[in-house]
């Protein structure tokens, strides 16, 4: 991950990212790109990626991949809102504000 990518999930998480979850296991990362954690350690949930169960999060200071099924999530998960860049005119994909999702 590049480090001005890193810089802005970091900043996200500080502001809460898209929500919360606690460890229930022990995980050791097994491939680049995943996150390690213990059980209870407070996981900043940052985006659900493609792959079916599997999120984005930040924890101690490292951002990664992680499995929905290794964690409790506190609540709904909010849904980031799209920023327009001003002078572009294009869709910039960085969450800026959140909403909540409301079940379907």
């Not at 209870?40 to 930040?58: N, R, S, W």
């Amino acid at each position: 991950m590049a480090a001005q990518e890193l810089a802005r999930w970091t900043r996200f998480a500080a502001k809460g990212g898209v929500g919360r979850c606690t460890a229930t296991v022990d995980c050791v990362a097994r491939e680049i790109g995943d996150l390690m954690f213990l059980k209870d350690d407070e996981i900043t949930v940052l985006m659900q990626l493609p792959e079916a169960g599997y999120y984005l999060g930040f924890c101690e200071g490292v951002v990664g991949r992680f499995s929905g099924t290794d964690v409790n999530f506190h609540g709904k998960l909010k849904r980031p809102i799209m920023a327009k860049r001003g002078s572009l005119g294009v869709a910039d994909t960085r969450p800026m504000s959140l909403e909540r999702v409301s079940p379907s």
